[in-house]
């Protein structure tokens, strides 16, 4: 899913904007520049690695939550399903208990139908 994004892309020829000039003497690479150039590959395979084992570890751990999400969904549903269960068989009432005009108290029962 997410390696489609870090895909490695043909690079596409550029158009230039001016002639190109004649092609003069050749230019020599030594092998202090050659060396160079292989360590920086190496270091971008190295990199690239690295970044996929990053984006598996992501992956898991995105799934890993969902399902638990999952879990936890199915877990408050069994809950509502258990209390509806008992509250469409019980009632509940509540009455406050005044002294001398006072709230003092309040007294909470619930019984079966």
């Known amino acids: 899913m ?7 892309r043909q690079l596409e020829p550029a158009v230039p904007a001016v002639e190109p000039l004649p092609v003069g003497p050749t230019i ?4 202090a ?19 996929g084992a990053m984006i598996r570890q992501l992956e898991r751990a995105a799934n ?5 999400a999952e879990a936890t969904a199915a877990t408050l549903s069994t809950i509502r399903q258990r209390t509806n269960a008992l509250t469409g068989l019980m009632r509940e009432i509540d009455v406050p208990i005044r002294v001398n005009g006072r709230h003092w108290a309040g007294f909470r029962t619930a019984y079966k139908l």
Do not use: W, Y
């Open 64 to 68: 890993s939550v969902a399902g638990d």
């Open 33 to 51: 520049d050659a060396s160079d150039s292989e360590s920086a590959k190496e270091i971008l395979e190295l990199l690239e690695l690295e970044l």
């Open 2 to 8: 997410a390696f489609r994004l870090f895909r490695k």
């Open 28 to 31: 020599v690479v030594d092998a």
